[in-house]
C-alpha cells in the first residue's frame, strides 16, 4: 500500500514564473531551464534525493528531464533511476514532460555499443525506453559526430526512429556547424526535421559563436540547448576562495582538472562576481540570464546535487536583460574582443 504522505502532488502554481521558447521553428517549447540527469542520477546517488530534485524541478515549470543511454554511473543507470521516477511521481504528468534521451558514446562491449551506426543508434532507443519504462522519448539525439560511419546512415537512423513512433523529434548534439548543416539538409530530404542541437555554451566558452553554429541556427531556424552553462561550477560562488577541501577537481574525468582553476582564472570569476553583484543577481544567475540574453538559445541545461540548487537557478530567468555595458565588461574580463 502506497505510504499516502509520501504521494507526490503536484505544485498547481508550476508555470506561473517559468519562462517558455519555442524550439527553432517547431512546435515544441522548452523550459528556459532544464534538468540534466548526468551528475547525481546515477548508481552512486541518494534516490530520495533525485527524487526531491525532480519534484523541486516539475513544481517550478522545469517540464523537460535530459538523459543519454550512458549517463551514470554505471551507464545506464541514471535512465533506470528516471523511470522509476517518472513511474512513481510523474506518470499523471507524463504529456507535460519532455523526456529527452541520446545515444553516441561507448554503452555496451563490441563494435556496436557505440558511434553512430544504424544498429548501435536504434538498438540504443530501445534500451532506453525499456530502461526509462516509456513507450516513447520526446527527444532522441545522436550524441556525437561520428567520423567514419556516413552522416546519410546516422540520419537515417533517426528517422526510422522517429518514424517508428520511437521519439516525436529527432536532434543533435555537439555537431559544428558544416555538419549540423549537412545533417539538417539530409533529414529535411527525409521530412524528418532536425530540432536541435545540444551544445556547451558558457561565458567561458564561447565556442557555439566561434564555429558559426550559434548563427546558422538562428538564421536556419533550429534550436540550441546549452550545456555545462556553469562552466562545471566555475561560474559560481563555489570557487572565489579558491579551492575547496571537498572539490571533486581532479578525481573525476567528468569533472573539472586540477589545471582548470589558475589564478588568472579566479581573478576573472572574481570580477564576474562583482558584475553579478551590481545586476541583484549570484554569479551562477547572471551566468546562466547572459546565456538567455539574446534568444538564440532556448533552453540552458543545469546539472545539480540538491533541489535547493534548482531554486537558485531559475532564479536567473526574472532578470535576462544586459545593457551594453554589461555586455562589453564581461567580454573584457574573458579577454573577447
Not at 528516471?82 to 510523474?90: H, K, P, Q, T
Request: one cysteine or more; aromatic letters at 10%.
Amino acid at each position: 500500500m502506497a505510504d499516502i504522505a509520501n504521494v507526490y502532488r503536484a505544485d498547481g502554481g508550476r508555470y506561473d514564473t517559468m519562462a517558455y521558447n519555442r524550439v527553432g521553428r517547431s512546435g515544441l517549447k522548452f523550459p528556459a531551464v532544464s534538468l540534466g540527469f548526468w551528475h547525481n542520477f546515477g548508481s552512486n546517488g541518494n534516490y530520495d534525493n533525485m527524487k526531491a530534485m525532480c519534484r523541486t524541478a516539475f513544481d517550478n515549470g522545469i517540464t523537460q528531464f535530459d538523459l543519454a543511454n550512458n549517463y551514470g554511473p554505471v551507464p545506464g543507470s541514471a535512465e533506470i533511476n528516471a523511470g522509476r521516477i517518472l513511474r512513481e511521481d510523474f506518470k499523471p504528468h507524463r504529456d507535460e514532460l519532455v523526456i529527452a534521451s541520446k545515444a553516441g558514446y561507448d554503452m555496451w562491449d563490441g563494435p556496436y555499443g557505440n558511434w553512430g551506426s544504424r544498429k548501435y543508434l536504434v538498438a540504443s532507443c530501445d534500451q532506453s525506453l525499456k530502461r526509462l519504462g516509456l513507450d516513447y522519448v520526446d527527444i532522441f539525439y545522436h550524441h556525437r559526430m561520428d567520423p567514419e560511419t556516413p552522416l546519410e546512415e546516422t540520419m537515417e537512423a533517426l528517422n526510422f526512429i522517429v518514424k517508428s513512433g520511437r521519439a516525436l523529434y529527432a536532434a543533435i548534439s555537439n555537431y559544428d556547424r558544416e555538419q549540423t548543416a549537412r545533417a539538417v539538409e539530409i533529414m529535411r530530404q527525409l521530412r524528418c526535421p532536425l530540432i536541435v542541437n545540444q551544445r556547451r555554451y558558457s561565458i567561458f566558452d564561447r565556442t557555439i559563436e566561434q564555429d558559426g553554429v550559434k548563427a546558422w541556427c538562428r538564421e536556419n531556424g533550429m534550436g540550441i540547448i546549452a550545456f555545462s552553462p556553469l562552466a562545471q561550477g566555475l561560474l559560481t560562488d563555489r570557487y572565489l576562495k579558491g579551492i575547496p577541501a571537498d572539490s571533486r577537481i581532479g578525481r573525476d574525468g567528468r569533472f573539472l582538472r586540477s589545471d582548470s582553476l589558475t589564478e588568472a582564472r579566479l581573478q576573472q570569476i572574481r570580477a564576474l562576481d562583482d558584475v553579478a553583484r551590481e545586476r541583484g543577481q549570484t554569479l551562477a544567475e547572471m551566468a546562466l540570464a547572459w546565456i538567455l540574453k539574446d534568444g538564440d538559445v532556448c533552453s540552458v541545461l543545469i546539472g545539480a546535487s540538491r533541489p535547493e540548487q534548482i531554486l537558485d537557478n531559475v532564479r536567473a530567468i526574472q532578470n535576462c536583460r544586459f545593457s551594453d555595458e554589461e555586455l562589453k565588461r564581461i567580454d573584457e574580463i574573458c579577454g573577447v574582443e
